[in-house]
């Protein structure tokens, strides 16, 4: 059965720190560019990061750039997502996504849902102040 599995998430005190994973089964997650994408509450959804599949670049949006860290691990056929200093605004459900032609870039990465064939169901990241 081909799937995205994300866990991780949880509670978090501002300034804190959790580590999302993105398990694959059924694919090869390595062939496959990822996106992790944000929704929050009332929220439209939000590309937060993403990792190519040709040169490994790195894309981060302005608003998590410095704090957050995409990184991968093929032999677990795992993604993670490394968030660090979490702010408020930061809660919400974190999906991720993978794309076997999607473009990454260290300045660009598909916004558009329909370049990421695969997509996970979430896991939820509560911020307290």
């Known amino acids: 059965q081909v799937q995205l599995v994300e866990s991780g998430g949880g509670v978090v005190q501002s300034g804190g720190s959790l580590r999302l994973s993105c398990v694959a089964s059924?694919?090869?997650?390595?062939?496959?560019?990822i996106g992790w994408f944000r929704q929050g509450s009332g929220r439209e959804l939000e590309k937060i990061a993403c990792?190519?599949?040709?040169?490994?670049?790195?894309y981060y949006a302005d608003s998590v750039k410095g704090r957050f860290t995409i990184s991968r691990d093929n032999a677990a056929n795992t993604v993670t997502l490394q968030m660090d200093s979490l702010k408020f605004g930061d809660a919400g459900d974190y999906i991720c996504?993978?794309?076997?032609?999607?473009?990454?870039?260290?300045?660009?990465?598909?916004?558009?849902?329909?370049?990421?064939?695969?997509w996970g169901l979430g896991t939820q990241v509560t911020v307290s102040l």
């Open positions: 059924g694919f090869t997650l390595a062939d496959y560019a």
């Open positions: 996504a993978a794309g076997r032609t999607t473009a990454v870039t260290e300045y660009y990465c598909s916004p558009y849902t329909y370049d990421y064939e695969y």
């Open positions: 990792l190519g599949n040709r040169d490994g670049a790195t």
